[in-house]
């Protein structure tokens, strides 16, 4: 008997198998090909959207530093706007108190210049005339004086908020830019 002869339905068979191993291999290369692509995508996905988050996470971040920047920027010019208010003060009361002691220590010398001149009279009649004249005199001085201490004030009244009016017209420009945009 021979051996190689094959029964008649094993060609058919075989021919059966290579075709389903055939097709197999196909639909597994077609499902690796398209896992393949598939993966790669959301892989490209994926990286995208990192990358967008990490843009945004810079530019967040760069936004804060900006934002603390300004706010320290905004604060040191406070802090500046208040020792200059305070410098301001300062000289100012020094200049007022020196016009009143200047004041005083006029006064003290027109006193005892006056009081002289009425222990030097020598009527009645002189002594009227000398107290109608110092009257006067200290009514004018009184009233001069008054005024240039009044506008030294108002001087130093507007010097010394200037800085700080400054920095409230700051922080209304920053209030009012978000909301005008």
Do not use: H
Request: glycine residues 4%; negative net charge.
């Amino acid at each position: 008997m021979n051996a190689t002869r094959k029964a008649p339905g094993a060609a058919k068979a075989t021919e059966n198998a290579t075709a389903a191993m055939k097709a197999g291999k196909e639909t597994l290369e077609t499902a690796v090909k398209v896992g393949v692509e598939a993966a790669s995508k959301n892989y490209e996905q994926a990286v995208a959207a990192t990358k967008e988050q990490v843009e945004a996470a810079v530019k967040a971040g760069a936004d804060m530093f900006k934002g603390y920047e300004d706010v320290a920027a905004f604060g040191k010019d406070n802090l500046d706007a208040f020792m200059s208010t305070g410098t301001l003060l300062a000289e100012g009361l020094r200049d007022l108190n020196k016009a009143w002691f200047d004041l005083a220590q006029d006064s003290l010398e027109r006193n005892a210049a006056a009081t002289k001149a009425v222990f030097e009279c020598k009527s009645v009649n002189e002594f009227a005339d000398m107290q109608n004249d110092l009257m006067k005199e200290n009514l004018d001085t009184i009233v001069a004086e008054g005024r240039k201490i009044s506008d030294m004030s108002m001087k130093l009244a507007e010097d010394v908020s200037a800085p700080l009016n400054s920095r409230v017209a700051a922080a209304m420009d920053k209030v009012a830019k978000p909301l005008a945009a």
